[in-house]
């Protein structure tokens, strides 16, 4: 299925095109058998398309034009805070001195590199409310997952290794239970009362002596700010159990509200989201963790340092270390971006940030509502959650109106997420769309409402402008084709 103006690269093969041009092997002749294992040298040429350069540069911009991402389009995805990714951060990162410098050379030549990093952890110190930080975790789950760690060796270290349970609300990530498994622990799951927020009898019930931890996130994953922060902090440290601060929805609270300062005990962000880092395609990524001080001593190793003397050391001398995490010291690149960020936008801008991510959600939220169910109706923070519940009665789904948006040239919403919203819509327009955008978006979802209910059908076969149209979700995932498959009469008709 694809355009038929667009032919594979293979349909493009005649014999004795050449898409490339090397110089002759200046090297003596050797034979490749010599080199690998019996077994790992091919008896014949692979079958790889011939086809001029002209041919192959046309393929693959026009695959490139079938991706979408935050430089060709607004990206809405709920809870992923795809924002901008400002092109300074790419100018700093490919410096020479950052973009060649090795992991493996000595302290002394990588100083100003060290420097960097050290600032960085300094910052997201003060942007936390934590008294130290790691730049080791390669990204959010892994951040998250090392902290539980952290706190597992804390406890131990207290002799308190019967604690196995971790708490988690009905509206978390789904890395949080997830994160939790593999570090060891039983999750234990809290529901949320009617305004969205933690149940606090709930939570109450499951506390007890051997309660780990609570990961929460703040504001929740509907956009909306636990109120009762303080006093779930405070419940959660009366049975001795540590509070995580799942860091995916810093950019509604930055430079306005520290998680510090809330009683959380320890702190994963995402470079790559808040920070404006490259996010999606499975990285890179990069998930500091902060701690306050009872956890210090079980971050992993090595742990920059400054000296007495101003120089920067790595220090391994960390007894009590849940060890790395890591080869290195996590993903260079994206802690050279994330400095720059923090350093271009200032204390002021990061406000900005904020005030604006909150201001464009709430103004989404109310354009919208009288066309959508609003579960929650009340002041959001950067995201907030409808629900499709009117059109399914209709008979158009969630998923039929994120695959209309499609032809509207947008990236869809986070659909059927939380699962505690009925056929739900997450939306997360960042501060850097404008007012504009924002309009638009609006005008395609009003559109679609009112397409659900005088055209159905025209959204139930959506979308109809995009290069693929729409499979069979369950025999993709079930049957996928991996490798090019050779057009037949059959393949044709199927």
């Keep these: 299925m694809h355009n038929e103006n667009q032919p594979l690269i293979f349909e493009l093969t005649r014999e004795g095109r050449v898409g490339y041009n090397l110089e002759p092997l200046d090297v003596e002749d050797y034979d490749l058998a010599d080199l690998l294992p019996q077994g790992y040298v091919r008896e014949e040429a692979a079958e790889l398309p011939e086809v001029s350069e002209l041919d192959i540069m046309r393929h693959y911009t026009a695959l490139s034009r079938r991706n979408h991402g935050v430089d060709s389009g607004f990206y809405p995805l709920g809870s992923c805070t795809m924002k901008y990714n400002p092109k300074v951060n790419e100018a700093v990162a490919r410096y020479a001195g950052f973009a060649s410098v090795h992991p493996l050379q000595d302290e002394d030549t990588v100083q100003g590199a060290m420097e960097l990093l050290y600032d960085l952890q300094t910052s997201l110190v003060e942007i936390t409310g934590m008294d130290e930080v790691t730049l080791q975790p390669a990204a959010g789950a892994h951040g998250e997952w090392t902290a539980l760690m952290m706190i597992r060796a804390f406890h131990e270290a207290n002799g308190e290794g019967h604690r196995n349970k971790v708490i988690v609300p009905d509206s978390a990530h789904g890395t949080n239970p997830a994160s939790a498994t593999v570090a060891g622990y039983d999750t234990i799951t809290v529901k949320s009362n009617e305004d969205g927020l933690v149940d606090l009898e709930d939570l109450k019930r499951v506390l007890g002596d051997d309660t780990a931890a609570l990961m929460l996130t703040n504001p929740n994953t509907l956009g909306l700010f636990e109120e009762n922060i303080l006093e779930m902090a405070a419940l959660v440290h009366e049975v001795g159990g540590k509070v995580y601060y799942d860091g995916a929805n810093l950019n509604a609270v930055m430079a306005k509200a520290r998680p510090g300062d809330m009683g959380f005990d320890c702190v994963h962000l995402n470079l790559h989201k808040t920070f404006t880092g490259p996010h999606g395609g499975g990285g890179p990524g990069s998930g ?22 101003g120089r920067f050391h790595f220090d391994y001398n960390r007894p009590q270390s849940i060890g790395r995490v890591k080869p290195y010291y996590g993903n260079f690149g994206i802690n050279v971006r994330a400095y720059t960020y923090i350093r271009s936008m200032g204390p002021d801008g990061l406000k900005a940030v904020t005030e604006y991510a909150v201001l464009n959600a709430n103004y989404m939220m109310r354009r919208l509502e009288e066309h ?80 659900a209910q005088e055209t159905p059908e025209k959204v139930q076969d959506a979308p109809h402008t995009t290069v693929v149209t729409r499979l069979d979700e369950t025999r993709a995932a079930r049957n996928p084709v991996l490798r090019y498959v050779k057009p037949t009469v059959e393949t044709v008709e199927a």
Excluded: W
């Excluded at 500091?288 to 003397?309: A, H, M, R, S």
């Design 288 to 309: 500091p963790v902060g701690v306050k001080k009872e956890l210090i001593p079980f971050l992993p190793k090595p742990v920059l340092v400054k000296t007495e003397e």
């Design 372 to 451: 959508y169910d609003l579960p929650f109706n009340r002041h959001c923070k950067h995201e907030f959650v409808l629900s499709g519940r009117r059109q399914k009665k209709l008979g158009v789904r969630t998923l039929d109106i994120a695959k209309r948006l499609l032809d509207f040239g947008y990236h869809p919403p986070t659909v059927y997420f939380p699962l505690n919203v009925e056929e739900s819509i997450m939306i997360e327009p960042t501060e850097t769309e404008s007012k504009e955008t924002l309009d638009a978006f609006c005008d395609a979802m009003i559109q679609i409402a009112k397409e």
